[in-house]
């Protein structure tokens, strides 16, 4: 039983920030990689922002040099700073938790999705 809440979504005008938050509660015995996805109506869900647990990011290109992830490891937390946006922004995040149980058992979970709009 896990839930990953996430947080901070919203309209913002292209140029504007939003800085998204995902905490992750329950059943795990530690966290792999927390990461964030987003999805347009009838396109694949990408890749926008992962970092692992020793904290090394990686990003799409689309988004590097204007996302920053971050984690708060003592609440299970992962930030994803997004500055710049721009229309093409626009979609439903959704964080990721990459977990482990007690027994070294692999697992993932995802959030409920929070919209972000790009618009003027």
Known sequence: QVQ???SGGGLVQPGGSLRLSCAA??????INAMGWYRQVPGK???LVAIITSGGHPDYAESVNGRFTISTDNAKNTVYLQMNSLK??????????ADLQDSWGVDFHSWGQGTQVIVSS
């Open 4 to 6: 990953l809440v996430e």
């Open 25 to 30: 509660s329950g059943r795990f015995f530690s």
């Open 44 to 46: 694949e869900r990408e």
């Open 87 to 96: 229309p093409e922004d626009t979609a439903v995040y959704y964080c990721n």
